[in-house]
């Protein structure tokens, strides 16, 4: 299928710690997206990288996509509690707007 | 695994005209739904999150009176673009959450308003 796969499925880190999340994908894609979600919450836009983008930087947030590896990363540098939440990667092709199962990450304080 | 078929994928629609689009969790419940909007080369924003049994929760700038969303059911959320004008063509998709705490998503709605 399309959709994109992170991994790992789960993440438990330390404050502090950097915390590295994969998504791969399958075909050639527009655009990937990043999301998180808080527990209850809908989706919060994080980061969209474009297919000839190698690398995006916001903040503490940094994604990479390697077009020709079909994967990108996130990755949360110098974590906090409050960026506990799961994190999805979305894979633009065409029209479809397709999503990974999502990484579940916990920093603990 | 779940899924949450939406429908119809794409529509066309003249402008004055009301669209409908559902949102079906097919074997499992979902208390709540989310519904996002995506513009050209945008990211998605969400709209809305629907209760079952309750008034939506629209995000600031969404007219609820444009986009009418009700959760009749465990299973079923639609959203009713009202009077639709050509600028609310855009990709509109759904997600439901289930009792695990899961997301999942439909497939999108393309809505091309003439």
């Known amino acids: 299928s399309q959709q994109g796969e992170e991994d790992p499925q789960a993440l438990s880190i330390q404050e502090g710690e950097n915390a590295t999340m994969n998504c791969s994908y399958k075909?050639?894609?527009?655009?990937l997206q990043w999301y998180r979600q808080n527990s209850g919450r809908g989706l919060v836009h994080l980061i969209l990288i474009r297919s000839n983008e190698r690398e995006k930087h916001s903040g503490r947030l940094r994604v990479t996509l390697d077009t020709s590896k079909k994967s990108s990363s996130l990755l949360i540098t110098a974590s906090r509690a409050a960026d506990t939440a799961s994190y999805f990667c979305a894979i633009r092709e065409g029209n479809m707007l397709t999503f990974g199962g999502g990484t579940r990450l916990m920093v603990k304080p | 695994g779940a899924v949450v078929s939406q429908h119809p994928s794409w529509v066309i629609c003249k402008s004055g005209t009301s669209v409908k689009i559902e949102c079906r969790s097919l074997?499992?419940?979902?208390?709540?739904m989310f519904w996002y909007r995506q513009f050209p080369k945008q990211s998605l924003m969400l709209m809305a999150t629907?209760?079952?049994?309750?008034?939506?929760?629209?995000e600031q700038g969404v007219e609820k009176d444009k986009f009418l969303i009700n959760h009749a059911s465990l299973t079923l959320s639609t959203l009713t673009v009202t009077s639709a004008h050509p600028e609310d063509s855009s990709f509109y998709i759904c997600?439901?959450?289930?009792?695990?705490?899961?997301?999942?998503f439909g497939s999108g709605t393309q809505l091309s308003v003439l």
């Open positions: 997600s439901a959450r289930a009792i695990n705490e899961k997301l999942f």
């Open positions: 075909t050639s894609i527009n655009n």
């Open positions: 629907s209760n079952e049994g309750s008034k939506a929760t629209y």
């Open positions: 074997d499992f419940q979902a208390t709540t």
